[in-house]
């Protein structure tokens, strides 16, 4: 999904398989929401981001969702206006910093001014959100969600290092075209995809470990 400058589009960073994290490229996920125990799917996050990207990941102190971002009209959270609420919050130390709710979120796409999405990130940029709320609509059950979760995470990260959306079929940042089923045949980057990251400085793991490509 692209936003005017900074572009912003859907999924994010972190360890490769068998790789050591790039010095100073620390990647935080920010849990923002119900801050009643851990955030639901994070686990299977941070696991995600350091199956695909050289990048440290750390998990910050769960905060409450920014009223500003509230959009009353339809009772849901701007994603632009959370975007500029995590770079506020980035550490000194970090590199990127992901959102992640449980609350429905949108953005204005084309004709539309308020689209829901999966997830929302910066173009080439910093920051990146991602919400649970449609990866659990026609879910096979918890661990289905969380997987769409994770790869959300990985698509919208893939923007913030240079990647739009890809025409190839499966690749992780194909356009889900305001469906969440797409997720589902999604399973790893293609080489188109790979080639431009290598041309943006950025290596993602080979063959990365993650629970959907390993389940196959």
Known sequence: MVAPSP??????????AGD???????LYIQPLGSCA?????????????RAF????????????????????????????RLLAYLN???????WRILGLTAVDISTTKDNFPDWGVMGLGELPGTATVISSFRCRKKARNAAHAV????????????????????????????????KVTTTDRERDFCPLCRA??????????????AAWIQAR
């Open 88 to 94: 506020q919050r980035m550490p000194k130390d970090g």
């Open 53 to 80: 990207y050289p990048m440290d990941v750390r998990v910050l102190t769960c905060q409450e969702l920014p009223k500003a971002a509230y959009y009353p009209p339809r009772k849901r959270y701007r994603a632009e």
């Open 147 to 178: 997987e769409r979760l994770a790869k959300v995470a990985v698509h919208e990260i893939g923007h913030t290092l240079g990647l739009p959306h890809c025409p190839t079929r499966g690749c992780l940042m194909e356009d889900a075209m305001g």
């Open 20 to 26: 050591a994290a790039v010095p100073g490229r620390t």
């Open 196 to 209: 431009l990251a290598k041309k943006n400085g950025f290596i993602i793991a080979d063959k990365a470990p």
């Open 7 to 16: 572009m912003v589009l859907l999924f994010t960073v972190a360890l490769g």
């Open 37 to 49: 125990g851990k955030a639901q799917g994070v686990d299977e996050v941070v696991a995600a981001l």
